[in-house]
Nanobody, 127 residues
């Protein structure tokens, strides 16, 4: 399994940017699809973005397309989520996840395919 630690969350205003990082340890990171999920108070956890093992395939939720960018640096065992043009509705706890080793396409991965999760980092966007 992969151990994951998120960082980079904080409080910003609408329209600002943030970059989340997820540092991974474990031998299987470089072969794992990495995902970002979020959970707002009172809501279920939802998919945000995913990137396959070599960065060649990415997938985004419709709500963040064109604003968020997922990337990874396998040499640093780190995955990133660049969040631009933040909106108040982006307020949530953001979780990093690893898994989905079977598919080459990030779009084929479902939440249940991810078997390692970080503790989450809070992102708060005010108007």
């Amino acid at each position: 399994q992969v151990q994951l630690v998120e960082s980079g969350g904080g409080m910003v205003q609408a329209g600002d940017s943030l970059r989340l990082s997820c540092a991974a340890s474990g031998r299987t990171f470089s072969s794992a699809t990495m995902g970002w999920f979020r959970q707002a108070p009172g809501n279920e956890r939802e998919f945000v973005a995913a990137i396959n093992w070599n960065g060649g395939s990415t997938n985004y939720a419709d709500s963040v397309k064109g604003r968020f960018t997922v990337s990874r640096d396998n040499a640093k065992n780190t995955v990133y989520l660049q969040m631009n043009s933040l909106k108040t509705e982006d307020t949530a706890v953001y979780y990093c996840a690893a898994g989905c080793y079977v598919y080459a396409s990030a779009a084929r991965c479902r939440e249940s395919d991810f078997n390692s999760w970080g503790q989450g980092t809070q992102v708060t966007v005010s108007s």
